[in-house]
């Protein structure tokens, strides 16, 4: 009897969690067909296949690539009918094999050549040819294939933080903005100290940069609120609002990534530790000069000498995972 008891506790167990895995992957699949733009599937993340919001997902995949994954993120400031400039660009990076990640926030006043429209501020590119060539044009400043990108504005921005309940953050001073432009909707006062923001004191926050260090700290505070934010999304409890986040920020976000690939990535996301995510800005101040263009100021930078810092980092996280590696196996 007590083994039919136990039996049955297996059983019923079993076929809950299967049933959230199955309803999980179901609300990721349908919520990557409404996003993405990918027309074909990518190798990038090895073998795909066709995925439809049809699709029943018993497991989520794993990312198969070994190759380091490069996903360019995007944060615009369109308003109505304008398109507007990339009001922020970061790159996540990935080591699929060590599991080591960057995150690096590039300043949108560096003086780039966008391919096919000469050498303007970085934010430029996306007014000139949309998320496609502004990760074109990071590629080439980097010296990395960016093999993706994954756009929002923000609105898209203030239901994610909204739809995770919010997000602790320790303000380092007091921040005031008024501008008529937007007829006051993107004004900025928040004080200084802990606070539990919303989606829109969030986004009052990322966006500062009146001040003397304007957009140095600003992409400082972009990359600490990208963590928290990573932080969060890792938590248990966020982890069963899944379904109802992705529903709050499906019609403000567009990628190139195929469902599968989305899958994908899901997974490997969760196996980085946010704590754990190195941040960089990019270029970094040693290698920035100040430079005047058209009688505007703009920030220079010697791109071999940029893409040799990068690919130093890189080679930085290969010997860290090595030499643990190595230590664990003597043990």
């Known amino acids: ?3 039919k008891w136990l039996w049955g506790i297996a059983l019923t167990l079993m076929l809950s969690v299967t049933g959230i895995i199955v309803y999980y992957g179901y609300s990721i699949v349908h919520f990557a067909n409404s996003i993405s733009t990918a027309s074909t599937p990518s190798s990038t993340a090895g073998s795909d296949v066709t995925t439809s919001s ?27 009918d304008d398109a507007g400039r990339s009001d922020s660009v970061m790159v996540a990076s990935i080591d699929p094999l060590s599991k080591k990640a960057h995150l690096f926030s590039v300043l949108r006043d560096t003086y780039v050549e966008i391919p096919g429209h000469g050498k303007s501020r970085l934010n430029a590119a996306f007014s000139y040819g949309g998320a496609e060539l502004t990760k074109q044009t990071v590629s080439n400043l980097l010296g990395i294939p960016i093999q993706h990108y994954v756009y929002t504005d923000f609105t898209g921005f203030m239901a994610l933080v909204d739809a995770l309940g919010g997000i602790d953050i320790d303000v380092e001073k007091d921040m005031y903005y008024t501008s008529k432009a937007d007829k006051h909707m993107y004004d900025i006062d928040l004080k200084k100290g802990l606070q539990h923001m919303d989606g829109r004191t969030a986004l009052q926050y990322v966006r500062f940069r009146h001040d003397a ?3 140095f700290t600003r992409t400082q505070r972009q990359r600490i609120f990208m963590t928290e934010l990573a932080k969060k999304m890792q938590s248990t409890t966020s982890l069963f609002k899944i379904p109802e986040i992705l529903e709050a920020i499906a019609p403000y976000v567009q990628t190139d990534l195929s469902p599968t690939q989305m899958l994908k990535l899901a997974s490997l996301g969760f196996d980085i530790r946010a704590t754990e995510i190195h941040q960089q800005q990019i270029p970094p101040n040693h290698l920035l000069t100040n430079e005047r263009v058209g009688g505007a100021q703009v920030l220079g930078v010697n791109v071999n000498k940029l893409q040799a810092y990068i690919q130093k980092l890189f080679e930085e996280d290969h010997d860290t995972s090595h030499s643990s590696s190595s230590g664990e196996s003597k043990e």
């Open 1 to 3: 009897m007590f083994k």
């Open 54 to 80: 049809d699709t029943i997902v018993t497991t989520i995949p794993k990312w198969e690539g070994q190759e380091r994954v490069n996903i360019l993120l995007i944060g615009g400031d369109s308003r109505g």
């Open 213 to 215: 260090t304007s957009d």
